[in-house]
């Protein structure tokens, strides 16, 4: 399961509406279970609307900013700008580290859709994204 | 060269799970290969074949990158701290 505040969720779903028409993406801070405590944003060093890459600046200075704050870089969100919002074949192989959780927005249909998953060996299994104030 | 090494949780279960580790050596490149020595299963997620810097890796010596610093051959001093970043990608294509 994926928690966050609504404020993190509307930071997160604006920094892929600025990205437009490129995919958008960041890092999300918090713990490992999946509570959200920051949304970091980062330039989608890809400079593309079909792949995104972190800024390695963004993930140094984030992983910094969590050991400081005592939480962990818990996963990472990117929007596709025309499919939905499951993990592509690109998503599923690059994907880092199976104790993080995937965010992944589809700017598809209106309104826009925001999912999460866990990738393991390649099997994808979505969790529920609950959104607190 | 005695240097400490940040370790992402990704590659802590293939490298003995600790966060940060002390390492020797007088360059990255010197750095990394004891590392692929000492854990072999990382061996291919961070030095290619011809022993440059795999691309999706990011390595940084305190602030820096070291793409910029020369790569495997960016040197490292006493008490520098290196950090391993696999590089986070994906995207609907």
């Keep these: 399961m994926l ?58 200075r984030a992983y910094r900013r969590a050991e400081e704050e005592g939480l962990e870089v818990l996963g990472v969100f990117h929007s596709h700008t025309h499919s939905e919002a499951y993990p592509s074949p690109t998503d599923v192989a690059q994907a880092p580290d199976p104790a993080w959780h995937y965010a992944i927005v589809s700017f598809a249909h209106r309104p826009s859709v925001l999912r999460s998953y866990r990738i393991e060996n390649d099997l994808v299994t979505e969790e529920a994204v609950v959104v607190v104030d | ?46 030095l290619n074949a011809d022993g440059t810097l795999h691309r999706f890796l990011n390595v940084y010596v305190n602030d820096d990158d070291v793409r910029y610093l020369g790569g495997v051959e960016a040197l ?4 520098d701290e290196i950090t391993l970043l696999p590089a986070v990608a994906g995207g609907a294509w």
């Design chain 1, 3 to 60: 928690t966050l505040r609504s404020s993190d969720r509307d930071t997160l779903l604006a920094a892929c509406v600025r990205a437009l028409p490129n995919e958008g993406c960041g890092l999300l801070l918090g713990t490992l279970e999946g509570v959200v405590r920051a949304v970091v944003a980062s330039e989608n060093v890809a400079d593309s609307a079909k792949v995104y890459e972190i800024d390695p600046k963004v993930l140094l």
């Design chain 2, 1 to 46: 060269m005695s240097a400490v090494l940040r370790i992402p949780t990704v590659l802590r279960p293939s490298m003995g799970g600790a966060s940060v580790i002390a390492v020797e050596g007088s360059t990255v490149g010197e750095v990394l290969l004891t590392l692929t020595t000492t854990y072999p299963a990382i061996k291919g997620q961070l």
């Design chain 2, 76 to 79: 490292i001093a006493n008490d």
